[in-house]
Each structure stands twice: as C-alpha cells, then as structure tokens.
C-alpha cells in the first residue's frame, strides 16, 4: 500500500475519530440525555434610608430615594445569597440533593444525591447567577432549575432572605451605635444624680442653702456696720470739740462705738477663722459641690445630645431591599440551547482536527 493512500486512511480515521464520534456523541447528550433547565431572573438593590431632600441626580436613585448606595452592599449580598448560610436556610424547604437529581442520566447537570455539603455549595454557585450593574450596582439574580415552578420559588425564597439579611445588619449596626449613646447617657445621668445627690447632703448637713449668698450678706452688713461706726466716730470728734471726756454726751457715743466695733468683729469672725465651719470655708467647698453638678449637667446634655443624633444617624444608615423586577415563572426551557451546543461543538472539534493535522504535517515533513 502506498504511502498517500495510508496517509489519506489515517487522515480519514483522525476525522472519524476527533470529529464524527464525538460530535455524534455531542448530538446524543444533547437530544436525549439532557435534561431542559429553566431559569427565574429578579433585579434587586439596596437602599439606603435617610431623612435628606431627594437627590438631585435624578435617575433610578432619585426614583427610589436612594442615598450612598455602595458597592460594597451588593458585594456583601452576593456574597451572602453564594453561600453556606443561604443553603443551610433554604436547604429543608428546598431539598437541593433531591431536587437536582433526576435520573442520572445527566452527569453535567445533576448532582450527586450523596453530595457533601462543600459540593453542594459549588453546585449551588453554578447553579444561581449574580451578575452587578457597575454603574446602578443593581443585582440581577437568575436561578437555575430543572422545574420552572422550582427555579420561581428558590428566587423568591432567595429574595426573601436576603431582604432579612440586609435588614438585620442595619439594624444590628444601628442598634450598637444607640447601646452606646444610650450607655453614656446612662452613666452621665448617674453622674448628675450622684453630683446633685451630694450637694443636697452638703446643704441638710451644714443647715445652709447658699455659703456664697451668706458671705455676701455678712459682707454687705460689715460694710454697713463700719459706715455706721466712721458716722459716730465723726460725731464723737464734734463732741469733744466743746465737752469734757466725761460730758454724758460723749460716754454715751463712746458705748455706741464700742458696740458697733464689737458687732464688726464677731460679723467679720462668721467669715474668717480656722474653723471649718466658717463661711469662707464653706463658700469654697460649696463652689467645688456645685462646679461638679455644673459639669455633670452640661455633660448630661451632651450625652442626651448626643443620643438623639446617634438615633438620627442610626435611621439614616438603615437599608432596605428594593425589588426592581420581580422573578417570573418561565415558560420555555432557556438550556439546552441545542442548536448552539451541536454546530459549536462541530466547529471546535473541526478546529481541533485541523490543528492534529498541522501538528502530523510538521512530523512528517521533519521525517522526511
């Protein structure tokens, strides 16, 4: 046998081998074996709360009154809707094991009923689909399933709970920034009633109200009492001027003086002396009891103050899912897309015969 008549044999059977055989098998898969796979699609995104004036930007955000929404929300939510957490919850309901198996006669698509929780993670993945709009970072979730009833309610029952996921990170976020505020507003209040607290026992033990009012009445009186006692000093002087030391006039004024000087002493005692008991002392340790419910009540409104923003900032941080596009139970099965598969599968197996052609070409022509 010639050497072109073996050459055409081998190209034939390569043909055979790399292109006929597998593309009948490709057409077999895809005619009987495969099963129709149905798909559910919903748009969602993430709002963020807020009290603000709509935003000027108008648009879909302005529509919705989104403020901020970020990418990092819906990178949260796929993350969370791709996960263990997601399967652990809608696993009884759903019966994911079961309910991707058929028959087994699909072994692309089907899982395996004896699946480990990490496989069936995997298959979960290939299974939903999160594509994100870069620009509205709007969520689009497809779920894939062999029933179209199936694949509508897991969507739903994804969007459910991935709108309880957002919800209780908001509120668990807001409620620790109000635990605090109203922590502080707790231990600035304690604070008050213990300064306000310690002033009344300062008050009921000292039998005084105000050392400070005390000391400037005991003042205004000393300065009343030595303008008094200048007054009859004066008089005293005319006196003498024409009496005898011993005049009655002149004793009489000498009395008035000595008591009105013994009046200042006892007057000007009442503020100054070693005594605790002295309103000068008094007056100083009544200032430091006041300064600290001073200081404790500013500080009290500060904490109230601050408690009231910390609500308001907890508010406007709240988020909520919006559903732009509600999933939908689909009447055509979207995969196998047949046609698609069968003339793609033919053209890439030609490829690749032709490519083993090239490659045996090169071999021979170094043999030769």
Do not use: C
Request: charged fraction near 25%.
């Amino acid at each position: 046998m010639s050497t072109k008549r073996k050459n055409k044999i081998i190209d034939f059977s390569l043909f055979i081998g790399l292109v006929i055989l597998p593309w009948v098998l490709v057409i077999f898969y895809v005619m009987t074996l495969a099963h129709p796979r149905f798909i559910s699609t919903s748009d969602v995104v993430v709002k963020q709360v807020s009290d603000a004036s709509v935003p000027s930007g108008g648009g879909l955000s302005a529509l919705l009154g989104v403020n901020s929404t970020s990418k990092e929300d819906a990178t949260y939510l796929t993350e969370y809707i791709l996960s263990n957490d997601m399967i652990k919850r809608l696993d009884n309901k759903f019966q994911f094991r079961e309910a991707y198996y058929v028959d087994g006669s699909d072994p692309i698509y089907e899982i395996n009923p004896e699946a480990s929780q990490e496989e069936l993670l995997e298959y979960f993945k290939k299974r939903v689909h999160i594509d994100l709009d870069e620009q509205s970072y709007i969520l689009s979730v497809s779920t894939e399933a062999f029933d179209s009833d199936y694949a509508h309610e897991l969507n739903k029952a994804i969007l459910g709970e991935s709108e309880q996921f957002v919800n209780r990170i908001s509120q668990e976020v807001a409620r620790d920034q109000l635990v605090f505020a109203e922590t502080q507003l707790d231990e600035s209040q304690d604070r008050l009633n213990e300064a306000k607290e310690q002033l009344l026992t300062y008050q009921n033990t000292n039998e005084i109200y105000d050392p400070q009012a005390n000391a400037q009445i005991v003042n205004q009186l000393i300065g009343s009492l030595q303008a008094q006692l200048s007054s009859l000093r004066t008089e005293e002087r005319q006196l003498l001027s024409y009496l005898n030391p011993d005049a009655p006039q002149v004793v009489s004024i000498r009395s008035q003086i000595r008591a009105v000087e013994e009046q200042i002493t006892q007057e000007q005692t009442k503020l100054t002396s070693p005594s605790t008991t002295k309103l000068n002392r008094q007056a100083v340790q009544f200032e430091t009891i006041k300064a600290d419910v001073d200081f404790a009540t500013e500080l009290y409104k500060l904490s109230l103050s601050s408690l009231e923003k910390a609500r308001l900032e907890a508010f406007k941080k709240m988020k909520n899912l919006i559903v732009i596009s509600t999933p939908y139970e689909a009447e055509d099965a979207l995969y196998p897309r047949r046609a698609y598969i069968i003339w793609t599968s033919l053209a890439l197996l030609i490829m690749l015969y032709g490519f083993v052609r090239l490659v045996m070409a090169v071999i021979r022509d170094h043999r030769s």
